[in-house]
């Protein structure tokens, strides 16, 4: 079993910052691919950013809304994943939650959710 924590959310006004920070423990062989989602009030949780690990060189997946102010870095040592969130905005504010898929190999190919954390951009 997986374990997600996740951690730096918050209440910021806009055009300010915040650094999500998750930290993957448990029996992990192999991160095949760790990120963040976010989900509003009334709407659909949807893929903020990720970064899938292939042979060939990671790949990072970013939705248009969060190109040029959020970043995100992977960190295989520590099997964190971070999301620096710049210029935020009023429609940045939902739930955020950690994504990762994870392999084993009595397992396979699992994917594992942490239990959210609030992002609120308000003035």
């Known amino acids: 079993q997986v374990q997600l924590v996740e951690s730096g959310g918050g209440l910021v006004q806009p055009g300010g910052s915040l650094r999500l920070s998750c930290a993957a423990s448990?029996?992990?062989?192999?991160?095949?691919?760790m990120g963040w989602y976010r989900q509003a009030p009334g709407k659909q949780r949807e893929l903020v950013a990720a970064?899938?690990?292939?042979?060939?060189?990671?790949?990072?997946d970013s939705a248009d809304s969060v190109k040029g102010r959020f970043t995100i870095s992977l960190d295989y040592a520590k099997n964190t994943v971070s999301l620096q969130m710049d210029s935020l905005k009023p429609e940045d504010t939902a739930v955020y939650f950690c994504?990762?898929?994870?392999?084993?190999?009595?397992?396979?190919?699992?994917?594992?959710w942490g239990q959210g954390t609030q992002v609120t951009v308000s003035a």
């Open positions: 994504n990762a898929n994870v392999y084993n190999m009595d397992t396979g190919s699992v994917t594992y």
């Open positions: 970064i899938t690990r292939r042979a060939g060189g990671d790949t990072t």
């Open positions: 448990g029996r992990i062989f192999k991160i095949n691919v």
